[in-house]
């Protein structure tokens, strides 16, 4: 019994791409899965596993949970999350399975009362936590005390980095013995085929592909794009993704005087991405913390050169992409420069990045998700 948020095309970030991969090579060894999931727009279909579609408008009536959660947020989310949380509690009382795969805080709040309610082994991905979502500066406590709660009550924490185990002990007094690390992947040949579409024709291209978010640190790709264009006006700053500093990065694009310089896409489809990423000549992955970032394999897949923070957990798995901490604007934008100037610095990261992520693929992450936590569990 897997519990997600997301499911492509139903998906926001990287969470989605993940349970989509790693559902679909689980059944490719045999795992025989239930994905529940809230209900949405999409047309969600898959023939490997059974999708289960939640739907919160349907719930009449209270639900004793052995804690009342989410009762006390008067904002639609916080009131979505809970609801779709009991329900797939009520649903999972009514299946057969051998255990439970969550997914973050966003159904931490189930797979901890299933558990209690049918004494079935819990496992959880930790994908990112509340402090690496808001750059540590104002974390909700309440989604922090969920996290907490999940990680003490989980048999088996499966942690997208070493970074991330790090957290989870430090933060949240983690029992390192229940921790195993297990990295994202990607299926390379989906993203290295795309066809190139210049935004800009004849102009560098260094994009930003990600939430528009404290965490993704797209306010300092701007302070090294307008250090970058002090050197070479010519280079052009494409911006894929929706988030709430949209506002805020806007604006800022006028005070730095480089709004004429600097492109907001908005939401990217799965279609697309690959398309964009080959069109750009740098990605920047500027993250204030990101226990992992799955967009810097798919950067490199589609031979993109790649620029990524000493705060993500990806360069603890990849070696040819350049390093920078994210508050070091002067050493990103040197970074980006260099790529887009000198052509055999360019092409050979094109071509290291691009051998390399081929090697990591999704196939062999069910294969340690089944050996390392589900056997683990298993009765």
């Known amino acids: 019994m897997m519990l997600g948020w997301e499911f492509p095309p139903f998906r926001s970030g990287g969470l989605g791409t993940h349970c989509f991969h790693l559902t679909k090579n689980l059944s490719a060894l045999g795992v025989k899965i239930v994905f529940l999931m809230p209900k949405n727009p999409f047309k969600i279909k898959s023939d490997y596993i059974e999708i289960v579609e939640v739907d919160p408008s349907l719930m009449i009536g209270p639900y004793s949970f052995t804690e009342r959660v989410g009762e006390n947020y008067g904002k639609s989310f916080f009131d979505d999350v809970w609801k779709y949380n009991t329900l797939c509690a009520r649903y999972a009382l009514k299946r057969k399975f051998d255990f439970i795969h969550c997914h973050d805080w966003l159904t931490s709040i189930a797979g901890v009362e299933i558990k209690k309610r049918t004494g079935k082994p819990l496992i959880v991905t930790m994908h990112s936590t509340e402090y690496d979502r808001t750059g540590s500066l104002s974390p909700n406590k309440w989604i922090v005390d969920r996290e907490a709660t999940v990680v003490k009550a989980a048999d088996v924490i499966i942690a997208v980095s070493e970074l991330m185990k790090r957290q989870l002990i430090e933060r949240y007094n983690a029992d390192p013995n229940k921790i195993i690390v297990i990295y994202n992947a990607i299926n390379s040949d989906d993203w290295s085929a795309a066809e190139v579409k210049k935004v800009f024709p004849g102009k560098k291209i260094v994009l930003f592909m990600g939430r528009l978010t404290i965490q993704k640190g797209p306010d300092f790709f701007l302070k090294a794009a ?94 040819n992409a350049f390093t920078v901490d994210f508050w070091d604007v002067n050493e990103m934008a040197n970074k980006i420069l260099a790529l887009i100037t000198y052509p055999t610095l360019h092409s050979t990261m094109r071509e290291l990045g691009h051998a390399e992520v081929k090697g990591y693929s999704w196939d062999k992450i069910a294969q340690e998700t089944l050996d390392k936590a589900y056997k683990r569990v298993a009765k």
Do not use: C, W
Request: no cysteine.
């Open 226 to 319: 307008k250090r970058v264009l002090e050197k070479n006006p010519d280079v052009r700053f494409v911006i894929g993704g929706k988030g709430d500093m949209l506002p805020q990065l806007i604006r800022e694009t006028v005070s730095l005087g480089i709004a004429d310089k600097v492109m907001f896409l908005g939401y990217v489809s799965d279609k697309e991405l690959p398309h964009l990423y080959a069109s750009a000549d740098v990605f920047v992955l500027p993250s204030v913390s990101e226990p992992f970032g799955i967009t810097v394999l798919e950067s490199m897949a589609a031979k993109t050169p790649t620029i990524i923070t000493k705060q993500s957990g990806a360069r603890e798995l990849v070696k």
